[in-house]
């Protein structure tokens, strides 16, 4: 089996996050809608679909993350539905006679293609939001129909607020999670910033709606075992423990990056910490271009800030007169890039107020400079 899957895990490469599994059950049970938070591939979408699996209930999903307007985020959602009636009447053809009635009066042209049941929603003159909401009502009188809960699960939930001028849908939404008797609602989120933005301000709709779970890397007594179970499996013995905490250390612990290097090491005849180091470096350097491409984005000073933070392994003073030298820039400048980087969710700010480049790999890139 592969131990280390580089896309949504499942069990059982699905490592603990017993807590969370524990009381999004208990959300799922209660009807109590739940959004769950962590930076970019900490595996909240694993955790979302694990959960859903778990629960056995019907679920439709809205993957938001490729969204541009309101159009978008409502034929996103029609997609969704058109997945959760195949699964609810086991075949397209049923499926497409239910839509078809469900539908009826609504600008919705429904279709079969070579994927499955369409669901596509033709230009109209009412607003999207509004259309959402009847979309969304008629999904609630399928789980009365069938008296069982659905789960919709809207993932990357933040793009709802970068992609709308006003919050008119996130209203329609809050609207059905409040009312219901019989939807559950589950969303992800990976900026802060946004999220914050949505969901603690209390002018904006989802104010106090949702119970937050907050993801963090997974815990190395937890790590521990399952890669040593999968070691054994592989080689027929444990990993050393100098080499297990290199892998940690150049991952730091982070799910995904630590999947991409065990899943390379685990293609070689031997593991050792000289050929944890040998993988990483070379990883690095297929990677070194594309993270370059990224930093170009960014503008000279929040290089130089990244950088600095990069090669000094952050600093719990960011504004002071030592940082301000190894980096290179004025305090005002620090604190201003500082904020942007946050925002942009490309640094973070720790419990001990340590400030630290948030994604590995570009840290490990900018902290060589020779590779
Ligand atoms: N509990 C877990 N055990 C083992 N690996 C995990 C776990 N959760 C996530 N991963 C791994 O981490 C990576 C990211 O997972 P996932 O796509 O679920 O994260 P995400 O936070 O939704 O990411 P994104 O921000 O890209 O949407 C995948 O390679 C996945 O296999
Ligand atoms: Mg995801």
Known sequence: MDYFPLTVTKAPAFCNRKNELKRLSSNIQKLRPTLIVSPRRYGKTSLAINSINKAKLWCAKFDLLSVTDEEDIKNVILHGVGNLLVDIEKGVRKALRVATELFAGLNIKISVDTIGLSLEASKSSSKPAYEILTILERVEKI?????????????????????????????????????????????????????????????????????????????????????????????????????????????????????????????????????????????????????????????KNQRKLLAALARHNGTNAPRSYKFQELARMSGSSISQTISTLEKKDYIYQNEAGYYNVLDPLIKAVLSKTTL
């Open 143 to 299: 789980a009365q129909k069938h008296d069982k809960k659905i789960i919709l699960f809207f993932d990357e939930f933040q793009r709802v607020m970068q992609v709308t001028e006003d919050s008119a849908i996130e209203s329609v939404i809050r609207e059905v999670a409040q009312l219901s008797n019989n939807l559950v609602f589950i969303f992800t989120g990976s900026n802060r910033h946004l999220l914050h933005k949505m969901f603690d301000d209390r002018d904006q709709p989802f104010y106090k709606l949702c119970d937050r779970i907050t993801i963090n890397r997974i815990a190395p007594e937890e790590y521990i075992p399952y890669i040593q179970h999968a070691a054994q499996e592989r080689w027929n013995k444990s990993l050393e423990e100098i080499a297990i905490n290199r892998i940690f250390e150049l991952t730091e612990r982070h799910p995904y990056y630590l999947n991409i290097l065990c899943s390379r090491l685990w293609d070689d005849k031997i593991c050792n910490t000289v050929i944890v180091e040998q993988e990483w470096h070379r990883y690095l350097q297929e990677e070194k271009s594309q993270v370059g491409a990224e930093l170009d984005l960014l503008s």
